[in-house]
């Protein structure tokens, strides 16, 4: 096995050039600069030559520290995927899944109880979050993610497209102003999906009611969201109509709480996708889990294909 430096003196100095201060990594270390020093030191001893500069009372680093710390950080992150294999094992019966809030709450969430009833022995810990896990730091086993499909260094597997739909109320059909076609959208409110999940192809009010041939004035007018969810909340509650993703939007179209006014879908540039580490591919939950999500999307598809069939 080839010669390595000293792993402590490695980790003091990765974060003293992330600091490029060794005062901060000490905080950070929670040990003294004076330590600092002599861990850095020590692997200048060890390498022979030096690996920070000091200009004019600024530590900098050198041209080959420089180029060494993306390759270090990435041991670093290695190192710690390793830790975290290895204390799986009293832990086999843990499945942890991240996945968007939105997505959780009108997708995942509710079809949960299938999966328990058919793997009662593995214990499924949700971890609804907007920002993207990064398996080499989060205990997360599996997630679900919303996006173009291209993610580097990890399993993929296409779940399911998405499209956008018009919903709203049932009772926004009758009354003083029902809504029978686009046309009628000027005098309902408009619900806005304003989440960062939403990809960057997915049209918005203006965009829809253009390419419907509507001249609507307000378009960028009305309720905004961050979350998909709680735009199909607001239509559900009869706040006005909203484009919705389809797949968020199914289970209260089949229970009527909503409906789709006018057949005007949209396909959108993303889909669902199940993504896990390499790491992850021998996990008998994780393959479990897996089977049994695509097995859902397939059902899902199905009837929302249906439920635009019937609109």
């Known amino acids: ?77 290695k190192l710690a995927e390793a830790g975290q294999i290895l204390a799986k094992k009293a832990d086999a019966g843990r ?35 907007m920002n993207v896990v990064d398996f080499a730091v989060d205990d997360v086993d599996i997630a679900i993610r919303y ?52 990809d960057p192809g997915c049209p918005t009010w203006p965009m829809w009611l253009k390419a419907a041939g509507v001249c609507h004035k307000q378009g960028e007018r009305g309720l905004k969201f961050n979350q998909s969810s709680l735009v199909i909340e607001a239509a559900v509650a009869g706040k006005g109509v909203a484009l919705a993703k389809a797949a968020l939007a199914l289970a209260d179209l089949e229970a009527a709480r909503l409906v789709i006014p006018f057949d005007l879908t949209t396909p959108t540039e993303f889909s669902y996708y199940v993504v896990h580490p390499p790491s992850k591919s021998s996990s008998a939950a994780v393959k479990a889990f897996k089977q049994w999500v695509l097995e859902e999307a397939a059902e899902s598809i199905g009837a929302s294909e249906a439920q635009e069939a019937a609109a």
């Open 147 to 198: 996006g173009g499909g291209k993610y580097d260094g990890l399993v993929t597997e296409h779940l399911m497209a998405e499209k956008i739909v018009p919903v709203c109320s049932p009772q926004l059909l009758t009354g003083e102003t029902p809504l029978k076609t686009p046309e009628d959208l000027k005098h309902h409110t408009l619900l806005h999906d304003s989440s960062t999940e939403k």
């Open 95 to 129: 499945l942890t899944v991240s996945v968007a809030p939105s997505f959780a709450s009108k997708w995942l969430v509710p079809r949960l109880d299938k999966f328990q009833e058919l793997h009662p022995d593995i214990d499924v810990w949700v971890s609804a979050d």
């Open 1 to 77: 096995m080839k010669q390595i430096p000293p792993l402590n003196a490695l980790r003091v100095f990765e974060a003293a050039a992330r600091h490029l201060s060794f005062t901060k990594a000490a905080d950070e270390l929670h040990v003294t600069p004076g330590a600092v020093s002599q861990q850095i030191k020590a692997l200048e001893d060890f390498l022979q030559t030096p690996v920070f500069r000091r200009h004019k009372r600024a530590l900098l680093l050198t041209d080959e520290a420089q180029a060494s710390l993306p390759i270090l950080r990435e041991g670093f992150d």
